[in-house]
Every structure is written in C-alpha cells, then in structure tokens.
C-alpha cells in the first residue's frame, strides 16, 4: 500500500506536468505566429484540451485500454464501452504503479497533445470550426486506436514472435501520429498568404513575442519531465531517474546541435532554432528514455536537433507552410527517436530497427489515410480556410469577434 | 520663429539631446518614425534571409526664436553624425504663431 501510494504520487504529479505542457504549446504558437491570430491560438488550444478529455473519458481511455480486441481481434480494434469505470476504479490492486483514476488522468493529458501539435502546424488561416471538427475526430479516434496497438496490447507490441514495437512514451504513438496529422492537413489545407512569393520562394513572417515562444519551450521541457517521467508507469527510483536525466540531456544537446548547425548554415544566431531544436532533442528520446546511457541520450539529442533544422528547411523547399516548425519537430524528430531504438540502447540490434521501422511505415500509413478522410469529409462540409480578407485582417476578429491586445497598435 | 524637425539615429538620441540640452534648448516633442530610403537591413528568420526597407528614427520637433536657429542645427549635426550613410535629415520650417495655453501668451514668450 505504501509503494502504491508512492507511485501514485508520482503520477499525478507527472500527470500535472504534462497538463502543464499544453501552456507550453499555447506560448511556443502564440510567440511564433502573428498578434492578430492570438484568441485564436489560444481559443485552439482550450478546445484540444477541453474536449481531448472529455472526449478521451467518454470513449478514448476505453479504446486505448479496451482489454480485449473484440471488435477487430488480433489486437486492431477494441472498445470496452462509454465512460469511465467506478468498480475497476475502486479496485486498488488495478496496478502497482497507479490507481485507474490515475491511469486515465495520466493518459488523458497525453492524448489532447496529439490535437495540440495539429494546432501550431495549421496557424493562422485554418477555419476554428473545421479545426475543431478534424481533431475531435483525430483526437477521440485516430489517437487511441493507433495507441491501442502498442500501449492496449495490440499487435504492434508483438509485432514478430521474437520482437514487440517499442515505444516508451510515445515518438511515435504521440508525436508522429499528431505530426503526421499535421503534415496532411497543412498539405491540404495551403500555405499562409505571403509565405511564398509569386516565384515559389519561401518569405520569412516573424513570429511576434519571441520571448513568450521561449518560455513556451522551456515549460515544455519541464512538461517532459512528467510525459518521459511518468511513462515508467510508476516511481522506480533507478528508472525515473535514469529516464529524466537521458531526457534533459536530449533536450539540451538538440537545441545545442541545432543551434550548431543552423548557425553555420545560415550564418545567424537563431533562437527560434535554438528553441525548436531543444524540442528535437526531446521528442527523439521519447522513444527511448529507459533504455539509454547518457552518452546515447546526447547523440539522439543532436541528431534530434539536426533534423529539426533539415526539416524546416525541407518544409520550405516542397513549399509546406508550418509556422511553429511542429511537423519537422513531432514528426521527423519522432520517426528518428523511433528508430534510434533499434540503433542504439538496451534494445539495439536489427531486427529491432526493423520492428521500429515497420511501425513507424504501419502508423504512418494509417495516420495519413484518416486524416486525408476526415480533412476532406471536413472540407466538403464546412471548408478548410477562411476567406483570404478574414486571414490578412486576421483570425482574432473574424473568428472570435476581438484582437488580443485591445490596448496596443496592431501590426 | 522658426520649426525645426530632425530625423535622427535612435542611437544618437541621447547625445543630441544633451547637445540641445548645452545651447540652452530644452523644449522639445520627440517620436519613433520608421521611414523608407535607399538602406536595406538584412535579417534572417528561422533559415529565410530577408530585407526590409523599414528603417528606424527618432524625429524631433523644435521650436526656437530665430536667434537660436543657427545654434540649434549646429548642435544636431554636431552631435548627431556619424559620418555614415543614414545620419538623418534637418528640416527647417517658417512657424507662423505659438500660445502657452496655461497664460495666451504668444510668440517666443510662449516657449522661452
């Protein structure tokens, strides 16, 4: 009882964090896009988080968890019915490392999250109601059915007889399918007037409050303390250490690998690399938390960090409009972390890689095929975007009715 | 009587108005302007070299019975050059009246 009281601490303490992420993700996307935008952002983020719970008590736990797959066996579908569960949760010896209540609240914060890295890829001129429309679906569906394949003992946790999918806090489960959500909508959804010129060429739109972006990843950073933290399922003192020091080291040498490279680059100091790079760092160890040594954890780091740079300059060249950098951080940070598994760590070896491989094509694949379903049903209903005049006046005032800083000039 | 504006580098600011401030002008409106020139200033945003032709200034706004004119403008070309292009510009304007509201009264009497 009192190791299960000690665990449970934890949890709630880590699910408090990563509740706390969602502030983080509000910042970072507020700082990096423009001040006529802001309500929006923020109206945005409210919702994913809102209704990411509410959604994920009515039906996302329990399709996530379904205990058995009796809808599509083999461990593909299952839902283990409406809401939320007073007798299991009654049932102290549910797990050793939490209560069910803790389970759900713990869980419930991380799948808002997926909704949330969608949000800060579509900025600035997606419709709310379309917004809200694609990640109530994404979010209470796509979401825990992808995570019931790993985390709900589906088939991808024994994807071959020797080997099982690994996943440890969710690079891939979490960050790519929110980041493969994200590539596809701002695929269909087109750039922000005035990201690319009449010639294709990519325009910079400076973010406007670089340091509210900079407080927003350094709360999330804080945050991954409880979503790598807590993803040991309990308060294992070698584990949970083991795990946040191999996360703050990805964290910090991903912002120092593409702070590195982005400088030599381009010749410039770029703090919103800098920025996005420490995220790099950190969605690529989320893969791998417990299985690395120190020395692993910086390497995926900087890798992390690199790519996060490579990925914005990608993003530009195929003409893709992602304001806050989430597709090359969530995404291709997530599929590297992903991989690492098989490449460095405890579990390294290759036919790991091609577990972690074959995941990653399995997730992608079924992440790309919903979200192009529920973007066009979405757009065939009530459209994508919003007129061109209500994107330069901004989305404050045609969406919300108000700008954010009633006091200050707007630019 | 005489208006004189003056567009000035931010970063001179404080010397010209200390150099106002000797001759024994001390009245005077100031603001931020940003114009357009020839200048270009190089930036880079998150790997995308750009450039904008917005250029940062102060202007000043000086009133000065005609005696002071001469001074007034030595004093902001003294204190305010660099040498380099994009020093700023001195304009010089016939100023028809002043009023000091609190008293009516009028002319050089009113600012000095």
Same mark, same amino acid.
């Given at each position: 009882?009192?190791?299960l009281?000690?665990?449970?601490?934890?949890?709630?303490?880590?699910?408090a964090?990563?509740?706390?992420m969602?502030?983080?993700?509000?910042?970072?996307?507020?700082g990096?896009?423009r001040?006529?935008?802001?309500?929006?952002?923020?109206?945005?983020?409210?919702?994913?988080?809102?209704?990411g719970? $509410?959604m994920?008590?009515?039906?996302?736990?329990?399709?996530?968890?379904?205990?058995d797959?009796?809808?599509?066996g083999g461990g593909?579908?299952?839902?283990?019915?409406?809401?939320?569960?007073?007798?299991?949760?009654?049932d102290?010896?549910?797990?050793?490392?939490?209560?069910?209540?803790?389970?759900f609240?713990f869980?419930?914060?991380?799948?808002?999250?997926?909704?949330?890295?969608?949000?800060?890829?579509v900025?600035e001129?997606?419709?709310?109601t379309?917004f $809200?429309?694609?990640?109530?679906?994404y979010?209470s569906?796509?979401?825990?059915?992808?995570?019931?394949?790993?985390?709900?003992?589906?088939?991808?946790?024994?994807?071959?007889?020797?080997?099982g999918f690994?996943?440890f806090?969710?690079?891939?489960?979490?960050?790519?399918?929110?980041?493969?959500?994200a590539?596809?909508?701002?695929?269909l959804?087109?750039?922000?007037?005035?990201?690319?010129n009449?010639?294709?060429?990519?325009?910079?739109?400076?973010?406007?409050n670089?340091?509210?972006?900079?407080?927003?990843?350094?709360?999330?950073?804080?945050?991954?303390?409880?979503?790598?933290g807590?993803s040991?399922?309990?308060?294992?003192?070698a584990s949970?250490?083991?795990?946040?020091?191999?996360?703050?080291?990805?964290?910090?040498?991903g912002?120092?690998?593409?702070?590195?490279?982005?400088?030599?680059?381009?010749?410039n100091?770029?703090?919103t690399?800098? $920025?996005?790079?420490?995220l790099?760092?950190?969605?690529?160890?989320?893969?791998?938390a417990?299985?690395?040594?120190?020395?692993?954890?910086?390497?995926?780091?900087?890798?992390?960090?690199?790519?996060?740079?490579?990925?914005?300059?990608?993003l530009?060249?195929?003409?893709?409009d992602?304001?806050?950098?989430?597709?090359?951080?969530?995404?291709f940070?997530?599929?590297?972390?992903?991989?690492?598994?098989?490449?460095f760590g405890?579990?390294?070896?290759f036919?790991?890689?091609?577990?972690?491989?074959?995941?990653v094509?399995?997730v992608?694949?079924?992440?790309?095929?919903?979200?192009?379903?529920?973007t066009?049903?979405?757009?065939?209903?009530?459209?994508?975007?919003?007129?061109?005049?209500?994107?330069?006046?901004?989305?404050?005032?045609?969406?919300?009715g108000?700008?954010?800083?009633?006091?200050?000039?707007m630019? | 009587?005489?208006?004189?504006?003056?567009i000035i580098r931010?970063?001179?600011?404080d010397?010209?108005?200390?150099?106002?401030?000797?001759i024994?002008?001390?009245?005077?409106?100031?603001?931020?302007?940003?114009?357009?020139?020839?200048?270009?200033?190089?930036?880079?945003?998150?790997?995308?070299?750009?450039?904008?032709?917005?250029?940062e200034?102060?202007?000043?706004?000086?009133?000065?019975s005609?005696?002071?004119?001469?001074?007034?403008?030595?004093?902001?070309i003294?204190?305010?050059?660099?040498?380099?292009?994009?020093?700023?510009?001195?304009?010089l304007?016939?100023?028809e009246?002043?009023?000091?509201i609190?008293?009516?009264?009028?002319?050089?009497?009113?600012?000095?």
């Amino acid at each position: 009882m009192e190791l299960l009281t000690t665990n449970n601490l934890w949890m709630m303490l880590c699910a408090a964090l990563v509740f706390f992420m969602h502030l983080g993700f509000s910042f970072l996307e507020i700082g990096l896009t423009r001040q006529k935008n802001t309500i929006n952002i923020l109206f945005k983020n409210f919702f994913i988080i809102t209704m990411g719970l $509410m959604m994920y008590c009515l039906i996302g736990f329990n399709i996530m968890y379904p205990g058995d797959f009796n809808i599509i066996g083999g461990g593909f579908l299952g839902f283990s019915g409406f809401g939320l569960d007073a007798a299991a949760a009654a049932d102290l010896s549910y797990n050793e490392g939490y209560t069910y209540w803790t389970d759900f609240l713990f869980q419930g914060m991380f799948a808002a999250t997926a909704g949330t890295i969608i949000s800060g890829a579509v900025a600035e001129r997606i419709k709310i109601t379309s917004f $809200m429309l694609i990640t109530l679906l994404y979010v209470s569906i796509v979401y825990p059915i992808v995570g019931s394949w790993q985390w709900g003992s589906g088939f991808l946790s024994t994807l071959t007889d020797n080997v099982g999918f690994y996943d440890f806090a969710g690079s891939t489960l979490v960050h790519s399918v929110g980041g493969w959500g994200a590539l596809v909508v701002i695929y269909l959804l087109g750039a922000r007037k005035g990201k690319f010129n009449k010639d294709g060429k990519p325009q910079a739109i400076p973010g406007s409050n670089i340091p509210i972006a900079a407080a927003g990843v350094l709360i999330l950073w804080l945050g991954w303390f409880g979503f790598n933290g807590g993803s040991v399922l309990s308060a294992d003192p070698a584990s949970t250490s083991l795990v946040l020091v191999a996360t703050c080291l990805a964290a910090a040498a991903g912002g120092l690998g593409a702070a590195f490279v982005s400088g030599i680059l381009y010749k410039n100091l770029d703090l919103t690399m800098f $920025m996005n790079g420490v995220l790099g760092g950190l969605v690529g160890i989320t893969a791998g938390a417990d299985q690395m040594t120190p020395t692993e954890a910086i390497i995926i780091g900087i890798i992390g960090g690199i790519i996060v740079v490579m990925g914005v300059a990608f993003l530009d060249k195929v003409k893709l409009d992602d304001p806050v950098g989430a597709v090359p951080v969530h995404l291709f940070s997530g599929i590297w972390g992903t991989l690492a598994v098989g490449l460095f760590g405890a579990s390294k070896g290759f036919d790991q890689f091609m577990v972690q491989l074959a995941s990653v094509v399995i997730v992608g694949i079924f992440c790309i095929i919903s979200t192009i379903i529920i973007t066009l049903l979405v757009k065939s209903i009530i459209g994508l975007r919003v007129s061109e005049i209500e994107e330069i006046e901004g989305l404050d005032i045609s969406e919300h009715g108000t700008g954010a800083y009633a006091d200050f000039a707007m630019k | 009587m005489k208006k004189i504006e003056a567009i000035i580098r931010k970063a001179k600011f404080d010397e010209v108005v200390e150099a106002l401030h000797q001759i024994e002008v001390n009245f005077f409106c100031y603001w931020d302007v940003t114009g357009r020139g020839n200048e270009k200033i190089g930036k880079v945003y998150r790997g995308i070299s750009y450039s904008t032709k917005d250029i940062e200034r102060t202007l000043l706004s000086i009133v000065v019975s005609d005696s002071f004119v001469d001074k007034t403008i030595k004093a902001i070309i003294d204190s305010g050059a660099t040498g380099e292009i994009g020093d700023g510009k001195i304009f010089l304007y016939n100023c028809e009246e002043a009023y000091r509201i609190r008293t009516g009264e009028t002319g050089t009497k009113s600012f000095n």
